[in-house]
């Protein structure tokens, strides 16, 4: 990622100073349609997502630069890295959901209801998933093979249990 914002950094294109996350939907759509041969900030601005906090307008202004050949070829090499890099994810992502598959489901005893613990109301929030989150229900299947959802546990997420589960000799 590096490369194509040294790239943009360049062409005086300063869209790192109003997007905080260039691989983010409206990041990509940008550096796509650059890479397409779109130049005019106002037509890139159009690509913004409604979450963005900059307006239309910031945006368009950070995109104003000079596009040398040269720097666009670094642009395109990097998008092309970029999305290979995404493709060895995905396929990743697909050789853990098939091992997880194979292993099996825990055997699960109906309990009695846990009462709530004190000081807890109950409304615990689940933050956005992150960006390296496989691209499958890994929660749901680190549930089935250990009986119980334990990212219930506060500070636990969903990639831990993974690691817990994967690394059987750690008990």
Do not use: Y
Not at 7 to 17: G, I, R, S
Not at 95 to 112: H, N, R, S
Request: with cysteine.
């Amino acid at each position: 990622m590096a490369g194509w914002q040294k790239a943009l950094t360049e062409m005086n294109v300063q869209l790192t100073t109003v997007l905080s996350d260039l691989s983010g939907l409206t990041g990509m759509k940008i550096i796509r349609a650059i890479v397409g041969g779109e130049r005019d900030g106002a037509k890139l601005a159009e690509f913004r997502d409604p979450n963005v906090k900059a307006s239309k307008g910031t945006i368009a202004k950070s995109l104003e630069g000079t596009s040398l050949p040269e720097q666009l070829v670094i642009v395109e090499r990097q998008l092309a890295d970029w999305d290979h890099v995404q493709k060895q994810m995905a396929a990743c992502d697909k050789d853990l959901a098939a091992l997880l598959k194979e292993l099996p489901a825990a055997e699960v005893k109906p309990a009695a209801p846990a009462a709530p613990a004190a000081g807890k109301t109950g409304n615990r929030q689940r933050k956005k998933a992150s960006k390296n989150q496989p691209g499958f229900d890994i929660a749901g299947e680190l549930k089935r093979v250990a009986g119980v959802d334990l990212t219930r546990i506060d500070g636990i997420k969903a990639m831990t249990v993974q690691t817990l589960i994967a690394r059987p000799d750690w008990t």
